[in-house]
């Protein structure tokens, strides 16, 4: 008969599954690498190694459990090994996480790091949708339009259908939810996530409304950008300005 208090022995309660996932994310050098994985892409463990300064055989540790716990996956390529974000939900659970720190952002110590940061919080791929000051941007003049409802919580209209339409492959065959509020880490306001977003943002690449910025996730916006989101959304010129 197991011993009342018995940790050792005792089942685990509810909330050990989330226990278990905020702790993945409890160590600076795990988050530093899913938030490296925020670009969409598959990395290395050397390449993320790099991106969070640890020696790479202590990158694979922390991947290594990462992928255990379900944030990331594994892709072999031969007998090469990358790893990406799991799917949207973890994108989803690390953006929002990264809004919901506390306090000030860490203060910046060289030209560089303040010109990435720049960049990032201007325009920025959130694993598959648009982030940034852009990205919020193109929410706002999405519901300025009567394409996006926020009524009875976030909702696309007929008319925001259409729009999607208009720009190919709408309605997207998968049964992720249509529109999601993402909150912006550096905007702190939504942006536009969901199938919905996505579809927009790899519009926006394949269109060249978007380039990437020579830092990773950041993006910027081109001139055939600035003039289609100012015609097909009204996107204020001082928010579409290059930085």
Same mark, same amino acid.
């Given at each position: 008969?197991? +011993?009342? !208090?018995? /940790? @050792? %022995? ?6 050990? =599954?989330? &226990?278990?996932? *905020?702790g993945? #994310? +409890?160590? !600076?050098? /795990? @988050? %530093? ?5 925020m670009? =969409?892409? &598959?990395?290395? *463990?050397?390449? #993320? +190694? ?17 992928? *255990?716990?379900? #944030? ?18 973890? *994108? ?38 648009l ?19 926020w ?93």
């Amino acid at each position: 008969m197991t +011993a009342p !208090g018995n /940790r @050792a %022995t005792a089942e685990p309660t509810p909330g050990a =599954g989330l &226990a278990a996932l *905020a702790g993945l #994310l +409890a160590d !600076g050098t /795990r @988050a %530093t690498m899913c938030l490296a994985l925020m670009d =969409g892409r &598959a990395w290395t *463990a050397t390449e #993320l +190694a790099r991106a969070a300064g640890v020696a790479a055989s202590t990158a694979t540790e922390h991947l290594n459990l990462l992928v *255990a716990g379900g #944030l990331l996956a594994d892709v072999r390529q031969g007998r090469h090994r990358y790893v990406r974000l799991a799917g949207p939900a973890s *994108a989803e659970l690390i953006e929002s996480l990264a809004a919901a720190s506390p306090g000030a952002p860490e203060p910046v110590r060289s030209l560089r790091a303040a010109t990435r940061r720049r960049a990032l919080a201007y325009a920025r791929t959130c694993y598959d949708h648009l982030a940034g000051a852009v990205g919020v941007a193109v929410t706002d003049a999405m519901t300025a339009r009567g394409y996006l409802s926020w009524e009875r919580g976030l909702a696309l209209t007929e008319a925001g259908e259409r729009w999607l339409s208009s720009l190919g492959g709408w309605p997207p065959a998968t049964r992720r939810q249509v529109v999601r509020s993402c909150m912006d880490w550096t905007e702190r306001r939504p942006h536009l996530g969901g199938a919905a977003g996505a579809l927009l943002c790899r519009h926006a690449i394949e269109a060249g409304w978007i380039v990437p910025s020579t830092h990773p996730r950041a993006v910027r916006v081109t001139d055939a950008g600035r003039a289609a989101l100012r015609e097909q959304l009204a996107v204020p010129v001082h928010v579409l300005a290059t930085r």
